[in-house]
């Protein structure tokens, strides 16, 4: 039975021949059924795939649906709250408001509400007006020559390279629309965040891209032209990424053309990894000092680290070694490891670092307990992608957020998750001229600017229906949750006990 198709279309081959030996006509079936009987005999013979040796041709069906299967899951099977890293509400509220239509949802919601991951916010009955201008953060501690004000919610870190030309573009001039910065990735600094004239967060990762020496040492002199450039607001010292932490950076040879490795100072052509550590320091001492270098040949520019978080020690050392050196970062960026990659192994993205949330908390108690917060200020980074997400972030710890899933789906993405491939279907993660040219950066631009701009006001609703006109009254107390009404022990969905 196994080979049932290919003994069947062997017979009518057979078939064919005979009624062929009259019927001349008949053999233009075998343009059909001939290269199928030489697959399946290939198949047969073959030893490299056992579905198609034990099954042959029907076998290639399991390959197909297996390749169409994410967008067999996206459309057809997944529900609205289903889907991952984003769910299909969560995507549909990006595309909403990047588009300026009104992100309403009808018919009430669609979660489990005594479910105990659910979670919502204490409104009162007394809401103030929300801000007519939204607030402004700004960094620069006591060293930082050059402060700056940045919005509540920014783009986080996305290389060129990762993304193409035109994704970096859109995202650029969309931040210059908006007001707000733009962060490079560890890519380097590439002429499309520069030509799109955006604020800029110049991130320097473990390989030093655009600001290294051949042997892939930093360069300072490299790095004090490219800091020069007016656009770049603010230096971020990236140690770890929540999607692979102690994984140095990927770029895969099909994706490192010749312009990037310009930019990069890189051979092209070739598979790029970066070191999962820096070269330039060692322990928590070394990695301060280097900030103040970095800040120094910045011309004073506010000057950080991105980290996420693993062994704690480690960081209350960094705190130690802040009050011994006296060498202060202006800011520090957590780094969840639910935070999004365009290439990592499954394994990093599912099983090493420390959620945005518990990560997050540590990093400002750790701050405070050490007579430090006040001193600095904190970005979180982490599926900040609805308005109930960012003031979640505001609230337990954070002064600002980043997003880079958000404003990859603003641009058009639609989590076809092929970003390691080359193979991006909307042109935001390839360097494929073809599909690049797709994403067109004038259309684009705007819907980067709108999706911000309807968030932020959609954060300034929502803190002012808890009666908060400033977030920095926003604290853990807003949040209840569904344990707050299920019986002591009672299993999830049971009925309230009304005793809240």
């Not at 501690?141 to 193409?164: E, T």
């Not at 030509?195 to 051949?214: E, K, N, P, S």
């Not at 900040?384 to 641009?411: P, W, Y």
């Amino acid at each position: 039975m196994r080979r049932t198709f290919f003994t069947v279309s062997a017979i009518v081959v057979v078939i064919v021949a005979l009624i062929g030996i009259r019927h001349p006509g008949a053999w233009w079936s075998m343009t059909i059924l001939g290269p199928l009987i030489l697959l399946g005999g290939y198949d047969l013979v073959q030893t490299k795939h056992t579905i198609l040796r034990n099954f042959p041709i029907i076998g290639y069906f399991r390959y197909f649906f297996e390749f169409i299967s994410p967008e067999l899951q996206q459309y057809f099977i997944e529900r609205h709250t289903d889907g991952m890293p984003l769910s299909r509400n969560h995507r549909a509220i990006v595309y909403k408001r990047a588009k300026d239509i009104e992100a309403t949802h009808p018919f009430g919601t669609e979660l489990d509400l005594y479910s105990a991951r659910y979670e919502g916010l204490k409104h009162t009955i007394y809401p103030v007006k929300p801000p007519d201008e939204p607030p402004r953060v700004r960094f620069g501690g006591a060293a930082c020559k050059q402060p700056y004000d940045a919005s509540i919610l920014n783009i986080s870190a996305m290389s060129f390279g990762a993304l193409s030309k035109n994704a970096v573009l859109a995202l650029n001039e969309g931040a210059k629309i908006g007001g707000f910065y733009h962060n490079t990735g560890e890519g380097g600094l590439s002429d499309y965040h520069l030509a799109g004239g955006g604020d800029l967060v110049w991130q320097i990762g473990t390989a030093y891209f655009g600001c290294r020496t051949h042997e892939g040492r930093f360069e300072p002199g490299a790095f004090a032209r490219g800091a020069a450039h007016p656009q770049v607001k603010m230096i971020e010292l990236k140690i770890s990424q929540g999607a692979k932490p102690g994984h140095g950076g990927v770029l895969p040879a099909i994706k490192n053309t010749e312009e990037i490795a310009r930019i990069r100072l890189l051979e092209p052509r070739t598979t790029v990894l970066s070191p999962p550590g820096h070269p330039e320091f060692s322990d928590a001492e070394g990695l301060l000092r280097f900030v103040g270098r970095l800040r120094e040949l910045s011309g004073g520019k506010p000057t950080g680290f991105k980290l996420c978080i693993g062994r704690k020690r480690e960081f209350v050392d960094i705190c130690e070694a802040m009050k011994t050196t006296g060498i202060i970062p202006d800011f520090i960026t957590v780094d969840g490891a639910e935070g999004g990659t365009g290439a990592a192994p499954l394994e990093y993205s599912d099983a090493v670092g420390m959620p945005i949330e518990p990560a997050l908390r540590f990093v400002d108690t750790t701050l405070r307990e050490h007579g430090l917060r006040e001193s600095l200020r904190l970005i979180a980074s982490g599926k900040a992608v609805t308005a109930a997400s960012i003031i979640r972030l505001l609230s337990i710890g954070a002064d600002t957020c980043n997003s880079a899933r958000a404003f990859m789906l603003a641009i058009g993405c639609i989590q076809a998750q092929r970003c390691d491939t080359n193979k991006c279907p909307t042109g935001v993660t390839t360097q494929n001229p073809r599909l690049v040219r797709g994403l067109v950066v004038e259309e684009k631009k705007h819907r980067v600017a709108n999706f911000h701009r309807h968030t932020v006001r959609a954060v300034l609703e929502m803190a002012a229906a808890c009666g908060i006109d400033s977030l920095d009254d926003l604290s853990p107390d807003l949040f209840m949750h569904g344990t707050d009404w299920r019986p002591e022990g009672g299993p999830p969905g049971q009925a309230p006990s009304w005793r809240i």
